[in-house]
T-cell receptor
Framework: DAKTTQPPSMDCAEGRAANLPCNHSTISGNEYVYWYRQIHSQGPQYIIHGLKNNETNEMASLIITEDRKSSTLILPHATLRDTAVYYCIVRASGNTPLVFGKGTRLSVIA | DTGVSQNPRHKITKRGQNVTFRCDPISEHNRLYWYRQTLGQGPEFLTYFQNEAQLEKSRLLSDRFSAERPKGSFSTLEIQRTEQGDSAMYLC??????????FGQGTRLTVV
């Protein structure tokens, strides 16, 4: 799998948008970008994924650059419950499992 | 469906003992994954099944580790002759083909 690079930690004020960056400069054409998060003492939780186009669901938006070498996960109105470690994962379709890095620890501050 | 269920949630064992963990995936999911997570690290892939077939094993899965999914439903992960370095959270996840994976709460193993 292509390697991803994320900042180790970020802070965000409650109610503001949280923008979490991810670099994946060696991504291949058939590899998707996945985002998961892990709240303390829980298993990881799927957030969103995409290939080329920007994606939005009830949890977040995913913005992928045109060259696909980087992406940004956007939580539009962060709450204290969004405090978690966020993992950006690049994964080919088919039989490959998810490979996690260290992620970004997001702290939402009141 | 209650999601992915793992038992036990916590296990304390003495070094050298064998332990077995169980994972019950979401019922219609054909893929099941095992991961290990130590403090401050992301989950590390161990192995995965498609139905009852074990399709991939990580180099992390030493010969003391064995996983089964005999009927393509629940899975067990056994660690023989536990060592202190085996202390970690063991996570199970399931998915329908390569769709998004759903994780359980994990089993926290402490080897003393």
């Amino acid at each position: 799998d292509a390697k991803t690079t994320q900042p180790p930690s970020m802070d965000c004020a409650e109610g503001r948008a949280a923008n979490l960056p991810c670099n994946h400069s060696t991504i291949s054409g058939n590899e998707y970008v996945y985002w998961y998060r892990q709240i303390h003492s829980q298993g990881p939780q799927y957030i969103i994924h995409g290939l080329k186009n920007n994606e939005t669901n009830e949890m977040a938006s995913l913005i992928i650059t045109e060259d696909r070498k980087s992406s940004t996960l956007i939580l539009p109105h962060a709450t204290l419950r969004d405090t978690a470690v966020y993992y950006c994962i690049v994964r080919a379709s088919g039989n490959t499992p998810l490979v996690f890095g260290k992620g970004t620890r997001l702290s939402v501050i009141a | 469906d209650t999601g992915v269920s793992q038992n036990p949630r916590h296990k304390i064992t003495k070094r050298g003992q064998n332990v077995t963990f169980r994972c019950d995936p979401i019922s219609e999911h054909n893929r099941l994954y095992w991961y290990r997570q130590t403090l401050g690290q992301g989950p590390e892939f161990l192995t995965y099944f498609q139905n009852e077939a074990q399709l991939e094993k990580s180099r992390l899965l030493s010969d003391r580790f064995s996983a089964e999914r005999p009927k393509g439903s629940f899975s067990t992960l056994e660690i023989q002759r536990t060592e202190q370095g085996d202390s970690a959270m063991y996570l199970c996840a399931s998915s329908w083909w390569e769709n998004e994976a759903f994780f359980g709460q994990g089993t926290r193993l402490t080897v003393v």
